[in-house]
């Protein structure tokens, strides 16, 4: 598997050289005045509830098991590490689904073969289980990260 990653992640970081060379030599979009580059991943988190068969053990509420799970995978997309990504899921045991994609992404833009644009570290813009939107017995953890070049 990380050895995909690293493949998948390199070939994504070529074509974001690629994206950003173009860039400069395409005419400037009439509305924002530029071209940005931007590569979107996407992946929700923990499943739990009686639906998905995950229940938090005895005691625990809903929210306090999915931010339990979610906390650690969290922490390592802000880390910018795909290695601590896979690390932490699996140490969770996380039910996400987008774990690969997830990882291809942070390959790309922070592994060995990456651009050579210097990346900030991700922030984290938002983490809410679903449940705390619409309540249901169930719930799906969905986070927002942004990540902006440094100037």
Same mark, same amino acid.
């Given at each position: 598997?990380p050895?995909?990653?690293? @493949?998948?992640g390199a070939?994504?970081?070529?074509?974001l050289?690629?994206?950003? @060379?173009?860039?400069?030599q395409q005419?400037r979009?009439?509305? !924002?005045?530029c071209?940005?580059?931007?590569?979107?991943a996407t992946s929700?988190?923990?499943?739990?509830g009686?639906w998905?068969?995950?229940l938090p053990p005895?005691?625990?509420s809903?929210?306090d098991?999915m931010? !339990?799970?979610d906390?650690p995978v969290? @922490?390592?997309v802000?880390?910018g590490s795909a @290695?601590?990504?896979?690390?932490?899921a699996?140490?969770t045991?996380?039910s996400?689904?987008g774990?690969?994609?997830?990882a291809?992404?942070l390959?790309?833009?922070?592994g060995?073969?990456s651009?050579?644009?210097t990346?900030?570290?991700?922030q984290l813009l938002e983490y809410?289980?679903?449940h705390?939107?619409?309540y249901?017995?169930?719930s799906?953890?969905?986070?927002?990260?942004?990540?902006?070049?440094?100037?």
């Amino acid at each position: 598997q990380p050895q995909m990653i690293q @493949q998948y992640g390199a070939a994504v970081a070529d074509l974001l050289r690629h994206l950003q @060379q173009q860039q400069g030599q395409q005419p400037r979009n009439s509305s !924002s005045g530029c071209r940005e580059v931007v590569l979107i991943a996407t992946s929700d988190f923990t499943h739990a509830g009686p639906w998905y068969r995950e229940l938090p053990p005895a005691g625990v509420s809903l929210e306090d098991y999915m931010m !339990s799970q979610d906390c650690p995978v969290l @922490q390592a997309v802000q880390q910018g590490s795909a @290695q601590a990504l896979l690390a932490a899921a699996a140490a969770t045991r996380n039910s996400m689904c987008g774990l690969y994609p997830l990882a291809v992404a942070l390959e790309a833009i922070y592994g060995n073969s990456s651009s050579s644009v210097t990346p900030g570290k991700p922030q984290l813009l938002e983490y809410k289980p679903a449940h705390m939107i619409y309540y249901r017995p169930d719930s799906t953890g969905f986070a927002a990260f942004a990540v902006w070049q440094q100037q």
